[in-house]
Every structure is written in structure tokens, then in C-alpha cells.
């Protein structure tokens, strides 16, 4: 039986995301927080499941994450139409350089610095989530926290709609497994200046509860 692997970050997200599934096939596990352990935790997942006979289908990197203001509100949910390495290169007395713009080639950076979605993937959670915010979500080790930080990237990356830690990641692993890959996002707060008050992370995870109900 050929299954849907959801990683997540954190064990909440993986409680929020079973609370809403009505297909006992789908295999949710909680990775850890950053692209790098999530990666790998990922890559060890899928090589046990098919050393075991056992292979999954498609990889979906779930939870919550942050919004840019003006493209997704808080406790909306996001498709990911690509998953993009946002902090992934070098500083320069100009600004910042992508780091596919340093001359590495791409089988350097796993493919790309970014992982397209899988295109049957993404329209089937398009169908079943039509609501749903869809745009590049960014994936970052450091959590966007200034004003001036979020116009940046908000300029850089003008298809983005949010940013989380974990989705480019687990994109990679999936990918050098030949798996098709997705990600789901609910928003918990604004992309921007750190205000824990304005928090809403009950809200986003009943969010992801409720869009995990189509998940196959």
C-alpha cells in the first residue's frame, strides 16, 4: 500500500494535523525544527520505508508558519507552490546574494535553491483546499524579525505568501528520493517585527486540523 509521509516540525503540529485526518493510511511524524534536521530526519524516513517494502508516495511538509501582511491573514492556509532556500547565500556590501547567483552549480545545492511542488500534488490540495493561499513559501534558519528585514525578502521573493524553518528541506530529501513533494502551511502571525501577543497559535493549528481532513 503506497502512503502519504506529512512531516512536521514539533509534536503540536503532529497532534494537529492526526486530530484532523480521516485516512488511517496517511504517516504523520514530527522531524524537528530547521532545514538541516528536518532534511535529514526525512531522508532516513523514506530510506527505512522503502528498505522495508513499505514506500511512501508523496512527501508533504505541514505546519505553522508566518504570513506576509499583505498576501495571507492570520490563520489563513497556504499551498506552497515551490519551497525556497531564502537565507541561502552570502552577504554583500550591496545587499544579500542568492546563493544561485555565487556560480555554483546546481547539482551543488541539491537541484536548485528552491523545489518546485509537484504539479499533480498541488492541483489536488488546490481542489480540496480552495481557499487556500497559494505561493512560494520561504524557508529560513533564522526567523524574520524586523521591519526593515521583511521588505527585504518580501522584495526578493515576490510569489512568497509565508516563511517557515523546515519546508526546502525536506523538498531536497524528497526530490533525491524521486518523491513528489508539497507543503501546507496555517499562519500563526504576521511575517515581520517579533510580537509574541500577536500570536494566534490555537487559531493556526485548529487550521491545520481542519485542512488535514483532505489529506489522502
Known amino acids: 500500500m503506497t502512503r502519504l509521509l506529512v512531516v512536521t516540525a514539533v509534536p503540536v503540529e503532529a497532534e494537529a494535523v492526526r486530530a484532523g485526518l480521516t485516512d488511517p493510511t496517511v504517516t504523520v511524524r514530527p522531524v524537528g525544527v530547521g ?3 528536518a532534511g535529514a530526519a526525512t531522508a532516513r524516513l523514506l530510506a527505512l520505508a522503502e528498505a522495508a517494502g513499505h514506500p511512501f508516495r508523496a512527501v508533504l511538509s ?3 508558519g508566518g504570513g506576509f501582511a499583505d498576501r495571507v491573514p492570520v490563520a489563513g492556509t497556504v499551498l506552497g507552490t515551490r519551497s525556497v532556500a531564502a537565507d541561502l547565500g552570502a552577504e554583500s556590501p550591496a545587499g544579500f546574494i542568492p546563493v544561485d547567483e555565487l556560480g555554483m552549480p ?5 537541484g536548485g535553491p528552491s523545489v518546485d511542488a509537484d504539479a499533480a500534488l498541488l492541483a489536488e490540495l488546490r481542489q480540496a483546499l480552495p481557499t487556500a493561499t497559494v505561493g512560494a513559501v520561504l524557508t529560513v534558519s533564522t526567523v524574520t524579525g524586523t521591519a526593515a528585514s521583511t521588505l527585504a525578502l518580501a522584495a526578493r521573493h515576490p510569489d512568497a505568501v509565508a516563511e ?3 519546508g526546502y528541506g525536506v523538498a531536497v530529501a524528497a526530490t533525491q528520493a524521486g518523491l513528489p513533494f508539497g507543503e501546507l502551511r496555517t499562519i500563526s502571525n504576521p511575517v515581520g517585527p517579533r510580537d509574541r501577543d500577536a ?3 490555537r487559531e493556526a493549528l ?3 486540523t481542519e485542512a488535514a481532513q483532505v489529506l489522502r
Open 35 to 37: 532545514p538541516a534536521v
Open 62 to 64: 505541514a505546519g505553522v
Open 106 to 110: 546546481p547539482e551543488w545545492l541539491g
Open 164 to 166: 517557515a524553518m523546515e
Open 199 to 201: 500570536w494566534r497559535m
Open 206 to 208: 485548529a487550521a491545520l
